[in-house]
């Protein structure tokens, strides 16, 4: 459960300097790899993020029942990890829409 959005940052860092300029970003964007590792890193993280959800969902469940190897404390930070990671997924997709309207209101 452990959330790596330092790492996940420092990727994405990475991937905008490969691109550099934004004069001819469409063309590198289309030629380059790092696209479709970009896609995949990010449905990755949505599946991180849903998968931290369900098993949130199955402590508290869990716990509900009356589960006596559970504490609550365990659901909590399960609860909030979940959390955390769904408000992070929340931003990177302002981000990623923002900069989508950011190039299409750019003249061609």
Do not use: H
């Not at 869990?62 to 992070?88: C, H, Q, T, W, Y």
């Amino acid at each position: 459960m452990d959330i790596k959005a330092n790492a996940l940052y420092q990727e994405m860092q990475s991937m905008v300097s490969q691109v550099g300029g934004a004069s001819d970003t469409l063309t590198r964007i289309d030629k380059s790899p790092g696209a479709g590792q970009f896609a995949d890193m990010l449905g990755q993280a949505l599946d991180n993020v849903n998968g931290m959800q369900q098993e949130s969902r199955g402590l508290q469940t869990r716990f509900d029942m009356g589960d006596p190897n559970l504490s609550l404390v365990d659901v909590m930070v399960a609860k909030e990890k979940s959390g955390i990671a769904f408000e992070a997924t929340v931003q990177v997709r302002n981000k990623l829409l923002e900069a989508y309207k950011t190039i299409m209101n750019m003249p061609v």
